[in-house]
């Protein structure tokens, strides 16, 4: 695309943004160019409280569709739009709603946690929902001795059992992104920078998870990097949040951790990286694709999602 062609569709949308009363949300994982158009970037907790918060009639969710259910699930009057609606999760496919039912009727008793990153089915079946901002948090606020399942990602769930010292049950489900980081490549990248800490997401595999210098969600790691005294960084989540470190942090040097099957030098999520300038500017001109969540399963859904937002309000997160 040619930067005059770039100009005048960034012309547009802001255009149409005023039109419509819109606002467009991005997860730090958007491609470079929708993260510098967004009224707002960040994770998902972030972007669920500030679709919440929201005063505008359209909301533009760039991330992946379940996303944009969950800000439906908050914002049932306004217009909730996913540009690309195809855009989808290889986690939250790993857990069919129809699945989990299954393995919450073979677990009964316990307290079902789901992370985010689920159908808005899933949460529907769920007691409260997680991200990875405030899982472990959340987790902690049940005693002790509480039966839980958590699903769907198992490295998450694992990590999380064994800072805790919990026993969750977890669903088998996983990141493809998360899954694929080479701890090989990443201790040759280490080797070949010694002064650099390595950063990781906890859907991440154990064996990434133990050599990393800090473990966090996209936002914890993205502070880290900015307060942390060091000057280099091996990222170990998907890549698009190096936009935004080397936008705070100018004068740093973030490194893309390597997945284990492609010479390429990052890990990218292609779900994320659908949405473009292009089905930005058709969506806010059509205001479509609408994403309409089942009332029914809407109003189940909301429970636990709000109810995750209260805990992590009255626990300061």
Known sequence: MMDVDKDTIIDEIKHLKEKHNAVIYAH????????????????????ARIAQNSDADVIILCGVNFMAET???????????????????SLADSCPADKFK?????????????????????????????????????????????????????????????????????????CHVHEK??????????????DAKILAHPECRKS???????????????????D????????????GIIHEMKRLAPDKHFIPAPPDDADCACNECSYMKQNTLVNVLNSLRSLSPRVIVDKN???????P???MLNISSKLGL
Not at 211 to 221: E, F, I
Request: net charge negative.
């Open 305 to 307: 999602i709000e109810r």
């Open 181 to 194: 980081f080479s701890l090989e490549k990443i201790l040759n990248l280490k080797k070949q920078h010694p």
């Open 102 to 174: 299954e393995f919450i009727n073979n677990h009964p008793g316990h307290t079902v946690i789901s992370y985010v990153n689920t159908s808005a089915d899933v949460k529907a079946l769920t007691d409260v929902v997680v991200t990875s901002s405030n899982a472990r948090q959340i987790v902690e606020s049940f005693p002790l001795d509480e039966k839980i399942i958590f699903g769907p990602d198992r490295n998450l769930g694992n990590y999380i059992n064994s800072i805790s010292g919990r026993n969750m049950v977890l669903w088998d489900g996983a």
């Open 71 to 89: 800000a439906a699930i908050l914002c049932p009057d306004k217009i909730v739009i996913c540009p690309d609606i195809t855009a989808g999760c």
């Open 208 to 226: 990434i998870i133990l050599v990393a210098d800090k473990v966090g969600s996209t936002q914890a790691l993205l502070n880290y990097a900015i």
């Open 297 to 303: 399963i809407a109003d189940k859904a909301r429970i």
């Open 228 to 239: 942390n005294e060091a000057n280099k960084f091996i990222v170990a989540t998907e890549s």
């Open 28 to 47: 730090y994982y958007q491609r470079p160019e929708i993260q510098n158009i967004a009224d707002a970037i960040g994770d998902s907790l972030a972007l």
